[in-house]
């Protein structure tokens, strides 16, 4: 089974395992809004069930 970033960083937390904060987003009105719950700089990540490694699609 493949997780997806942020079902990854959900279960290290479930675990009591700290990560970074992680807001799935789907929509870009979702992301901008993330953005300004968050302290900047802020980073972006694509996610897919068919990405593997993000670099190969430019998705960092």
């Known amino acids: 089974m ?8 959900a279960l290290l937390e479930k ?12 929509t870009e009105e979702e992301a901008v809004m993330a953005a300004r ?3 900047f700089p802020v980073v972006m990540k ?5 990405i593997v ?5 430019g998705g960092v």
Request: with cysteine.
């Open 2 to 9: 493949l997780l997806l970033e942020h079902e990854s960083k």
């Open 15 to 26: 675990y009591g395992i700290k990560t970074a904060t992680c807001i799935f987003c789907e």
């Open 37 to 39: 719950k968050l302290s």
């Open 46 to 50: 694509v996610a897919g069930r068919g």
């Open 53 to 57: 490694h993000k670099s190969d699609v």
